[in-house]
């Protein structure tokens, strides 16, 4: 079982620039990929969302970022600084308008494409491959966080379905005493009613017939079996979410019958807890994948 939340940071060096990949999950009914890159990566942007795509669910936000790792490389592309200069003292001129050009030259530096000097405008196919293993080890460590995250959350789950199935084996001691408060109810109706002579066969038949109607065997022996079907599948499954939520709910289904038909305060207090240990386990099921 693995949880959607998740995150890893990875760097590489390619091509005189650091490499800096970034993922973070979070829980989302889809798979739903934000992807930053920057310009000179567009051409490689589907391979990175197939790559990402291995995450199977969640939302899914990707940076991937450079920065210059060669001290003595230069960067700025001084031919493109000059001729912006010039055009500005030009203009200025011409316009008659006062400048700094200490001003004119901060200003101009600020410029980012003035900073792209010896950078290529693609990848090469070997800086591709550096950077697509960082990306590929960057998913693996997600996983693994996903993986880390998801036994905290399966420890907490089965301690949750343990008090569930504990108050369900509690409930037949109660069941015997249902028998005889709805005998002594039915002959508090006869007496109410001032009923003097009562068929013995009648009475137990009614009898039988109002108990058949509060039976909760069946609930029981489905809880039962929901109970063991989600703990086998948060053990065995790694991408299990949406099928233990279902399990959930069924689950849900017999803890409101089974207090619907209870008629025992003592069960119905046990069916109150049960909701509770259920609830609790709705709460986390949406983090899981």
């Given at each position: 079982?693995?949880?959607?939340?998740?995150?890893?940071?990875?760097q590489?060096?390619?091509?005189?620039?650091t490499?800096?990949?970034?993922?973070k999950?979070?829980?989302?009914?889809?798979?739903?990929?934000?992807?930053?890159?920057?310009?000179?990566?567009?051409?490689?942007?589907?391979?990175?969302?197939?790559?990402?795509?291995?995450?199977?669910?969640?939302?899914?936000?990707?940076?991937?970022?450079?920065?210059?790792?060669?001290?003595?490389?230069?960067q700025?592309?001084?031919?493109?600084?000059?001729?912006?200069?010039a055009?500005?003292?030009s203009?200025?001129?011409?316009?008659?308008?006062?400048?700094?050009?200490?001003?004119?030259?901060?200003?101009?530096?600020?410029?980012?494409?003035?900073?792209?000097?010896?950078?290529?405008?693609?990848?090469?196919?070997?800086?591709?491959?550096?950077?697509?293993?960082?990306?590929?080890?960057?998913?693996?460590?997600?996983?693994?966080?996903?993986?880390?995250?998801?036994?905290?959350?399966?420890?907490?789950?089965?301690?949750?379905?343990?008090?569930?199935?504990?108050?369900?084996?509690?409930?037949?001691?109660?069941?015997s005493?249902?028998?005889?408060?709805?005998?002594?109810?039915?002959?508090?109706?006869?007496?109410?009613f001032?009923?003097?002579?009562?068929?013995?066969?009648?009475?137990?038949?009614?009898?039988?017939?109002?108990?058949?109607?509060l039976?909760?065997?069946?609930?029981?022996?489905?809880?039962?079996?929901?109970?063991?079907?989600f703990?086998?599948?948060?053990?065995?499954?790694?991408?299990?979410?949406?099928?233990?939520?279902?399990?959930?709910?069924?689950?849900?289904?017999?803890?409101?019958?089974?207090?619907?038909?209870?008629?025992?305060?003592?069960?119905?207090?046990?069916?109150?807890?049960?909701?509770?240990?259920?609830?609790?386990?709705?709460?986390?099921?949406?983090?899981?994948?």
């Amino acid at each position: 079982m693995k949880s959607m939340t998740g995150f890893a940071k990875q760097q590489c060096a390619a091509g005189g620039m650091t490499i800096s990949v970034e993922i973070k999950t979070l829980n989302s009914k889809q798979l739903d990929l934000n992807v930053k890159l920057p310009q000179r990566y567009r051409t490689h942007e589907l391979d990175i969302r197939s790559m990402l795509s291995a995450l199977n669910r969640g939302k899914v936000d990707f940076t991937l970022s450079e920065a210059n790792s060669d001290a003595t490389q230069a960067q700025l592309d001084r031919e493109l600084l000059s001729a912006r200069y010039a055009e500005l003292i030009s203009a200025a001129s011409e316009l008659k308008v006062e400048i700094s050009h200490g001003d004119i030259f901060s200003t101009l530096v600020r410029q980012p494409d003035l900073w792209n000097a010896g950078i290529a405008e693609e990848i090469s196919d070997g800086d591709w491959a550096t950077v697509r293993d960082c990306i590929t080890s960057a998913i693996n460590d997600v996983e693994r966080f996903r993986s880390d995250e998801g036994s905290i959350l399966e420890k907490d789950f089965a301690k949750h379905v343990d008090a569930i199935e504990q108050r369900l084996n509690i409930i037949p001691q109660y069941e015997s005493d249902r028998i005889d408060t709805a005998r002594e109810r039915i002959k508090r109706y006869f007496a109410d009613f001032a009923v003097k002579e009562v068929d013995p066969v009648r009475f137990e038949q009614e009898l039988i017939y109002y108990l058949e109607k509060l039976d909760i065997t069946e609930e029981k022996v489905r809880l039962a079996k929901h109970i063991a079907f989600f703990r086998d599948t948060m053990r065995s499954e790694e991408v299990c979410g949406k099928k233990l939520a279902f399990v959930a709910q069924e689950m849900g289904r017999e803890i409101n019958t089974t207090g619907s038909k209870a008629n025992h305060v003592e069960i119905q207090r046990l069916v109150v807890e049960m909701k509770d240990e259920l609830e609790k386990i709705k709460e986390q099921l949406g983090n899981i994948l």
